[in-house]
């Protein structure tokens, strides 16, 4: 019997919206396209065969065998979760039979708490709970009466010993045998006892905290849910394997990295793991799982310096109280030039680190082992992937901000799969840094890690002049004469590329200038917004100094912002 498959994808004929956990009350089903609603209707044992999991939402794959018997039918899936969307449903089918799939109907049902799977489930446990609870009881019994034998025994010798005494004619060493049989089985008896006593109360609390959880999942009315049914018309029976799938919310996945440097060998050790989180309303037990990547838009980026802008600061205008307020009077031009505050600066809105893109590739990352996920919500982790890269290390420092160089490593992802935005533990070998959020880093692109702070490169910042240079009797301008020193210091065994930030002031206003700038050694970039970066290579111990030099000239007397 030659197989065959079936793939239909169909609109689900549904007139309730239930796109999330929460849904309206379902409507009437609208009659199915095709004709009239078959007769005959096969309720489908199913289970979960596999999980999709995107960082927003996950796809199910549910199984069941069936045979279908000659004419229109309808296989019933029920028990669906309602945070399903109604227009992912798909199925497909593969068997002996020979069938036509006419369409879909989903429409929402109401499951007795006695017939949920995990009032069931828990029912079962507790059913086979109360088994050994009542054999430990027995074992109980069964001991009591063995105690109750052998104090008869050692009633009856201490009785025969009187008598024998009485006579004068004891047999001490009757006695001695029997009072070591005595002393040995009451002993053992005693740590049976001790020892079935420990397993009647772990088996006691253990029925007790099933029971509570019972108690706690068991509705107090029938739960809504989800049932769909597959319209097919067989024209041959036979074996039918059917395939649904569909989408739920409520689910999603995010990637925990461990980033480990090892110095001495010039690479960085990778472990990817995903945190698995669900609260679709169904459980995922022994699935076969795979997680989902997407491209996200985001970026991370370290803190950086603002430009350094200098103006002249003018007073505002006194308020008179009779006269009108004016929403414009802070933007007039008063004494020539303009009043201007520093706004703040612009900076990009942050994007929720998951982002799914339904069109296009993805690649996935399959699960070896099958993994339970229970519609709790908790965090479940599954292993991904480990491996090694070859890393730069380096140091940065910016220490008008902070007197501190900062370990980085730049790192080449090389794997064939993008890093996706999540938290990151870091590590220098086998001690513990800090954590961060890492940015989306496609494959083949460079992401900066930074592994916090390293003492052993010292750092100095020391402003060694600010002197007011006098004007002369007809000069209209002041001037201020600014000298900066940055020491950096190798205190390590080895050498060490540090890369120093630091900035000269840019003027916004033409009336002043920033003028004499003399900066040794050179900087090896300059931006436009004053920011300066120098590239130093210090060897084992050794020190080496920046120095920024500069004058600011300024109209005389006028107040300075930013100075």
Do not use: C
Request: glycine residues 6%; hydrophobic residues 40%.
């Amino acid at each position: 019997m030659r197989p065959i498959r079936i793939l239909a994808s169909f609109a689900v004929l549904f007139a309730s919206s239930f796109g999330g956990v929460f849904s309206q009350a379902p409507k009437e089903i609208p009659p199915r396209l095709s004709g009239e609603v078959p007769q005959l209707s096969i309720q489908a044992a199913s289970r979960i065969e596999s999980v999709t999991i995107f960082p927003d939402r996950a796809t199910i794959v549910r199984r069941s065998q069936v045979r279908p018997v000659l004419g229109a039918q309808s296989v019933v899936f029920s028990g669906l979760p309602v945070s399903l969307l109604a227009n992912s449903l798909r199925v497909a089918g593969r068997g002996t039979a020979v069938v036509k799939i006419l369409g879909l109907e989903a429409a929402a049902e109401f499951q007795d708490a006695a017939l949920l799977p995990e009032v069931k489930k828990l029912e079962s446990e507790i059913e086979a709970q109360t088994l050994v609870l009542a054999k430990l009881k027995g074992d109980a019994e069964v001991l009591d009466a063995q105690e109750k034998f052998v104090l008869s025994i050692e009633a009856s010798t201490a009785a025969k010993a009187g008598e024998q005494v009485a006579l004068g004619k004891p047999d001490t060493l009757s006695w001695e045998k029997v009072l070591d049989f005595l002393g040995t089985k009451l002993g053992a008896l005693k740590e049976r006892r001790i020892s079935l006593r420990a397993a009647l109360d772990a088996a006691q609390a253990r029925l007790d905290k099933l029971r509570q959880e019972l108690d706690a999942i068991r509705p107090q009315r029938p739960r809504e849910s989800r049932k769909v049914s597959v319209l097919l018309e067989a024209s041959k029976p036979g074996d039918l394997t059917l395939d649904l799938t569909y989408t739920v919310m409520n689910a999603r996945w995010a990637p925990l990295y461990t980033f480990r440097a090892l110095p001495e060998t010039g690479e960085v050790e990778i472990s990817v793991t995903g945190l698995i989180q669900q609260r679709s309303g169904e459980n995922w037990e022994n699935v076969q799982a795979s997680l989902s990547t997407s491209s996200p838009a985001l970026d991370s980026k370290p803190g950086e310096l603002e430009p350094w802008t200098l103006d002249i600061y003018t007073p505002p205008p006194p308020v008179v109280r009779s006269a009108p307020k004016r929403a414009d009077m802070a933007a007039r031009p008063v004494g020539g030039v303009m009043a201007e505050a520093a706004a703040p600066p612009e900076r990009e809105a942050e994007l929720d680190t998951a982002a799914v893109v339904e069109s296009g590739l993805h690649l996935n990352f399959e699960i070896k082992r099958p993994v339970d996920v229970p519609s709790d919500g908790a965090p479940h982790k599954v292993p991904i992937d480990a491996q090694k890269l070859k890393i730069k290390i380096d140091y940065t420092t910016t220490p008008k901000l902070k007197e501190t160089a900062f370990l980085r490593g730049t790192m080449k992802n090389t794997l064939p799969y993008p890093l996706l935005p999540g938290n990151a533990d870091l590590f220098i070998a086998d001690d513990y840094v800090g954590s961060t959020n890492l940015g989306h880093v496609p494959a083949d692109d460079e992401a900066k890690l930074f592994f916090g702070e390293d003492r052993q490169v010292k750092v100095l910042y020391e402003q060694v002049k600010r002197e007011k240079i006098g004007a002369g009797f007809l000069s209209k301008t002041d001037r201020l004469h600014l000298v900066t020193r940055i020491t950096v210091q190798n205190l390590r065994r080895t050498a060490v590329e540090v890369e120093v930030a630091d900035q000269l002031p840019v003027s916004r206003n033409s009336k002043i200038e920033v003028k004499d700038v003399v900066l040794q050694p050179p900087a090896a970039r300059k931006a436009e917004t004053g920011i300066l970066t120098w590239s130093l290579t210090l060897g084992p111990q050794e020190k080496k100094e920046i120095t920024l030099d500069f004058v600011i000239e300024y109209p005389k007397d006028a107040i300075i912002i930013g100075i």
